[in-house]
């Protein structure tokens, strides 16, 4: 970990169907997102679905626009020394539950080519960490990769959190970069090439992310979207800042 805040972009992941009915109702007539905190604005091209714990405690608040956010307390407590609520250092708590209650909530995230994506379990998710929500790239990110994956071939981990194959299955990694001996599924090919069974692969995931993450910046060139054909270092925050300008993304730090 570095010395200074941590900046991530925060991905406003609109909820556009949940299935709990408490907070259906609550949530009714109101402009109501899962936030996932991400590094890489510019992979967002490529989001197949959310990803939320379901055994960690997330809230819902309101910020100072109307919008309501959903993240862990922790993430919300942060925010609001950040401008994001009307009286800082306070944020108004509307519910409190577990990610249970949002799994195969139907969301629309920007970017991606996916006009609907779904909010589904990782149970390597930190609390303490960001927004306690992350959004998926399995092109990209080897935890993303394995997480889908373990989700299309183990029937019994759907079951248990009742996934159903609908909301796994039409979802493929996208090629949205081409990095130079990776091609463009780098995630995809580094979990081939290593062997990952799981999500839980600690090691050989740390091992893949090594791989991917320092090429796919210094490398990596957009295949996909207005900035096509452009090298990711040189367009990162320009698309960072595409996503600021249209209310799409908000920054946070930690
Ligand atoms: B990244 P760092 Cl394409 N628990 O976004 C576990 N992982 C979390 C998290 C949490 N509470 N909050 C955020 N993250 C993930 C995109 C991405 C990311 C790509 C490739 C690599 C990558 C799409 N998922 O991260 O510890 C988020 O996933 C590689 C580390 O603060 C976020 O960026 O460095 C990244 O980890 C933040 O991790």
């Not at 109307?66 to 519910?95: H, P």
């Not at 306690?132 to 990209?140: L, M």
């Not at 990694?173 to 799981?198: D, F, M, R, T, W």
């Amino acid at each position: 970990e570095g010395v200074g805040p941590q900046e991530y972009t925060l991905i406003k992941m609109k909820i556009y169907k949940i299935n709990s009915k408490i907070l259906s109702d609550l949530l009714k007539n109101k402009n109501a997102f899962l936030v996932a905190a991400t590094l890489r604005p510019e992979t967002m091209y490529g989001q197949t679905n959310c990803w939320v714990h379901p055994d960690i405690s997330y809230i819902a608040f309101e910020c100072k626009n109307g919008d309501v956010f959903i993240c862990t307390e922790r993430a919300a407590r942060n925010m609001s020394y950040q401008g994001f609520t009307a009286v800082d250092g306070k944020f108004d708590i509307l519910a409190r539950f577990t990610g249970q209650e949002l799994l195969g909530c139907c969301l629309k995230s920007p970017l991606t080519s996916y006009e609907f994506l779904y909010a589904l379990p990782m149970l390597t998710i930190k609390a303490d960490k960001g927004t306690g929500i992350v959004t998926s790239v399995p092109s990209d990110s080897p935890d993303d990769y394995a997480a889908l994956m373990d989700l299309k071939k183990k029937q019994p981990f759907r079951e248990k959190y009742d996934i159903t194959f609908e909301m796994v299955l039409p979802y493929q990694p996208v090629p949205i970069l081409e990095i130079p001996e990776l091609g463009n599924l780098a995630a995809v090919s580094v979990y081939e090439k290593l062997k990952i069974q799981s999500q839980n692969d600690k090691d050989k995931l740390a091992e893949a992310k090594e791989l991917v993450y320092l090429k796919g910046f210094y490398e990596g060139v957009l295949l996909v979207g207005k900035h096509k054909g452009c090298k990711i270092q040189d367009v990162k925050k320009l698309i960072q800042s595409e996503l600021l300008a249209s209310n799409e993304a908000v920054i946070y730090y930690e």
